[in-house]
């Protein structure tokens, strides 16, 4: 397996532009994990899905922010419109079950939002 | 109050040092304790992980809980300037599968 792809890798957009952050997680793991990391604030967790549906969005910032996971391979970050804070570093990581199972996490996507 | 709390550093060492890293959490209801390792631009990785108050070795590294204080540690000892790297705590509760992590702290192992 290729490990959590994401993607873009870098992306740099205009304030009040929208954002799609994109991940495919590690076939055959139910939990998906979106995580936003800065050095102010470290890594923060913003939602996460158990078999595609969303358990705990507590941590999603603003109504701008949402996720969503139509299948198994595939979910989305969706930031409308971007602002200037949002500027971060955003990780998708999958685990394949419950309990004391790892995390493998995907290269993040740098966002740059000017 | 953040329910992990880590001390971001940055902290720097000479080779050959031994480490001290720390965590301290809020909510019992989380059973794993992990440490992750974050290369500079790379996602992070698993280090360790346990589920019960008291020690654990993997070679260098030696990660620590302490359930009745709410307090976890990762010692390294001979440190290496490989060992160079954010590491993160990180609690998982068994029931909901909620992954949190603290902010991280900085290592520099100077040569």
Redesign the interface.
């Known amino acids: 397996d290729a490990g ?1 792809i994401q993607s873009p890798r870098h992306e740099v957009t205009e304030m009040g532009q929208e954002v799609t952050l994109r991940c495919k997680p590690i076939s055959g793991h139910d ?1 998906l ?1 979106w ?1 936003r990391q800065t050095m102010m ?3 923060e ?1 913003l939602i ?1 899905f ?1 078999n595609n549906v969303p ?2 969005d507590s941590g999603m910032p603003e109504d701008r922010f949402s996720a969503k996971m139509p299948n198994a391979s595939f979910s989305t970050l969706k930031i409308q419109p971007s602002e200037p804070r949002d500027s971060a570093v955003y ?1 998708c ?1 999958s ?1 394949p079950r ?3 199972s ?2 493998f ?4 996507t740098r966002l740059t939002v000017v | 109050q953040k329910e992990v709390e ?1 001390d ?1 550093g940055p902290l720097s060492v000479p080779e050959g040092a031994i480490v001290s890293l720390n965590c301290t959490y809020s909510n019992s209801a989380f059973q ?1 304790f992990m440490w992750y390792r974050q290369y500079s ?6 280090l360790m ?1 346990t ?1 019960s108050s008291g020690n654990k070795e993997d070679g260098r590294f030696t990660a620590q809980v302490d359930k009745s204080s709410k307090y976890i540690s990762l010692f390294i000892r001979d440190s290496q300037p490989s060992d160079s790297a954010t590491y ?1 705590c990180a609690i ?1 509760s ?11 702290t900085t290592l520099q192992v100077k040569p």
């Open positions: 959590v939990y994990f995580y604030r470290g890594l967790l996460y158990n358990i705990d990780f990581a685990s419950q309990g004391a790892e995390a996490f995907g290269q993040g | 880590q971001p794993y631009r790379k996602g992070p990785e698993l992980y589920y993160l998982l068994s029931n909901t599968g909620k992954l949190i992590f603290g902010q991280g």
